[in-house]
Nanobody, 122 residues
């Protein structure tokens, strides 16, 4: 069973940057989708960006051009580079893993990390 551990959250001013990391340990899907989600207080969880083992990535419109999802297979680590942060980006960020699906559509992300908090102030 794979386990996920996020880190890298913190407090930044609007316009600042953070890089989130998610280290995967244990068994890993041979073909997979990985994703970053976020959830702000009182709001539904939303998927921010996805990455599949064939290298394809996608991101939500609200973060396109500002956030980049990537991975380092040698380190079993997933990253989310966040630039030009806005107050509305503040949330608990989670990484998640699931079996591969084309475009990561319809994936059931069954493995989750504990989350890392991102705070953005004006």
């Amino acid at each position: 069973q794979v386990q996920l551990m996020e880190s890298g959250g913190g407090s930044v001013q609007a316009g600042g940057s953070l890089r989130l990391s998610c280290v995967a340990s244990g068994y890993r899907y041979s073909r997979y989708c990985m994703a970053w989600f976020r959830q702000a207080p009182g709001k539904e969880r939303e998927r921010v960006a996805t990455l599949s083992n064939n290298g394809r990535t996608s991101s939500e419109d609200s973060v396109k051009g500002r956030f980049t999802i990537s991975e380092d297979n040698a380190k079993n680590t997933l990253y989310l580079e966040m630039n030009s942060l806005k107050p509305e980006d503040a949330a608990m960020y989670y990484c998640a893993a699931g079996p591969f699906a084309t475009g990561c559509r319809g994936v059931v992300f069954g493995i989750w990390g504990q989350g890392t908090q991102v705070t953005v102030s004006l």
